[in-house]
């Protein structure tokens, strides 16, 4: 793999995200309540710190918990939550390791079914189905992967130039469009989650109403 992206808006973590099938990987896995340049900034500083210009499976997955979880601790810490998510690259690397030898790349390569390649990336540790349908779009969008039907696997984040994920994210303007697009829905979410409490609480309040009337009947 080795390709152009834009990912962490950041010349040296981009480049390593562009060969990297396992930076790409974390760097997915990252994406979750922080911005998307910083989780894809994650696994170059997570190489730097370790003193390598690539991530390696078989290593990350062997090292201390503790001590890993402190590297991605340090300032500037990696994720929010640096230590659940060491935990969870811990668990994606050993994941790897027992099921493609430490072969990020295995997990696509030679897949020729985009909803068999989907199954795959649902198995793995911290990936459910709609980061696995996120990830699915930014192989076949930005990587180069390319299975039989995976725009349909991938759902609405396959559909070209939708602005819905970090696959659309091509530079500074995309980037600005998919944070748009993210706002709105959890502006959407917000909503829907008031409009459904304000009606149970009218329900609740009906109900208690109903029950002191009928108490006061002789």
Request: glycine share 8%; aromatic share 6%.
């Amino acid at each position: 793999m080795d390709v152009t992206v834009h990912l962490a808006q950041d010349p040296e973590a981009d480049a390593l995200l562009g060969r990297s099938p396992l930076a790409a990987l974390v760097g997915m896995l990252l994406d979750q309540q922080i911005p998307m340049e910083w989780a894809f900034k994650g696994p170059r500083t997570i190489a730097d710190r370790l003193g390598a210009d690539d991530l390696d499976a078989h290593e990350i997955a062997a090292r201390d918990p503790e001590s890993f979880a402190a590297l991605l601790s340090d300032k500037p810490a990696v994720h929010r939550y640096p230590g659940s998510m060491a935990k969870r690259i811990q668990q994606l690397c050993q994941y790897l390791v027992d099921h493609y030898d430490g072969d990020a790349e295995g997990v696509w390569r030679g897949v020729d079914d985009g909803h068999e390649l989907l199954r795959r990336l649902e198995e793995l540790p911290g990936f459910g189905k709609q980061k696995a349908q996120i990830f699915l779009a930014l192989l076949g969008k930005q990587l180069g992967v390319t299975p039989r039907g995976w725009r349909e696997a991938a759902g609405s984040y396959g559909e070209p130039r939708s602005h819905r994920s970090v696959a659309d994210i091509t530079g500074p303007e995309s980037l600005a469009k998919v944070r748009a697009f993210k706002q709105e829905m959890k502006a959407a979410a917000k909503t829907a989650k008031a409009t459904k409490t304000a009606k149970a609480t009218t329900a609740t309040t009906a109900k208690t109403a109903k029950t002191a009337k009928t108490a006061k009947k002789p």
